[in-house]
């Protein structure tokens, strides 16, 4: 129910005759105005479901054709053959949607610490499967993994996409402009604390959808239809080894 408080200005006029000898001093008094909104005003709903590019038939793993990887190189980044697709309405305060993985408690792909500072742990990434041979330094290789969500879809045959992200513009077309994210991983550094690796995780919330790399670059109308595309780089992958992932988690909550 909607309350309307109103409030009533009471002006009076009043005309003294004031000599050059004497003044009139009117009394101030201060007043307070306040309300308590209640706590469940809004509407949170939202589903997440996993497609294939090429004709949306249902799927249960993020997955890469073998006939679209390519290795090496310095900047190969490869789709998915699987996207995410999302509905979602949002007009609950606090409300928010994140997507992140825990890798460090994953049996079959679990992350060793990686640095990309003197304080700065890693754990994301597609990881070398327990199976698969380690590093001569003992560290489990990870390719770095992306996801990108976007109110448009893209096209099938367009296999470099997610990343590098690009910023000229949302193509009823491509559908790929908006800026991609790397994953990050619950136990990375700041994961909890630090804001900007909010942008990292969070592609929905009250304040809108994520469309680039920055705190701040998050807009427009959180409700309606995305799609969520994921990519890795392949640049660094060996020849016969697995990759995977098997713990992203995809949370809603709200304060």
Known sequence: MRKVFSFLAVVAFLTFAVSSVYALEVANSTKTAKVTIPGNLGEFSWSFELKKVADNANA????????????GGS????????????????????????????????????????????????????VQSTTSAGHTNGVRAALPFAWRVSTFTKVATNKRTVFPPTYSGDSVVEGLADGGQYFIDKSDTGFDTAPDKMAYRVFLSYQGRRYGGGVSDIG??????????????????????????????VRGFYE
């Not at 697995?242 to 988690?249: A, F, L, M, P, T």
């Open 220 to 249: 427009d109308s959180p409700t309606g239809t995305f799609y969520m595309y994921f990519g890795a780089n392949f640049a660094t992958a060996m020849g016969g080894v697995e990759y995977g992932s098997d713990r992203i988690v």
């Open 60 to 71: 249960t793993d993020i997955t890469w054709a073998s006939t679209d990887i390519t290795i």
């Open 75 to 126: 900047n190969n980044w490869i789709d998915s053959e699987v996207y995410a697709l999302i509905n979602s309405t949002i007009t609950k305060q606090l409300a928010t949607i994140e997507i992140y993985q825990d890798n460090v408690n994953s049996a079959v792909y679990k992350a060793t610490a990686t640095y990309t500072s003197a304080t700065d742990k890693t754990h994301n990434g597609l």
